[in-house]
């Protein structure tokens, strides 16, 4: 998120044009769309899966949840093994690749 502020100059007592980005935060999901404008909400509220995200509506709920984390666990961690205690199904996907900083800057 880049955004253009006027500023006033002391020294030169000249007004420019000064270039701000937000780089790095620490935040809750719902300051995180404060800050960013990104939709935490519904179906395709993952800023890491984004579109490869695995949501569910509970039946007589309006309760959506996410599936298919195992797939960000390491190979042998033993919760991959514990399948039945979450969805009842084997998870085989491979974590998504991780957005590059120009991605994420194009994003804007």
Partial sequence: MVNE???FDVVTFETFMM???LFCTINDFSSYNNLSGYNV???KACPICEENIASHQLK???KIVYLLH???LQANHP???LWKAFNG???NDEAPIPLTDLQ???KD
Avoid: C, D, T
């Fill in 60 to 62: 007589n709920w309006r």
């Fill in 19 to 21: 270039h701000a980005m």
């Fill in 70 to 72: 195992q797939r960000f």
């Fill in 41 to 43: 909400k519904g179906h």
């Fill in 79 to 81: 919760y991959l093994r």
């Fill in 89 to 91: 199904h084997q998870e």
């Fill in 5 to 7: 502020v006027e500023n």
């Fill in 104 to 106: 994420i800057h194009e």
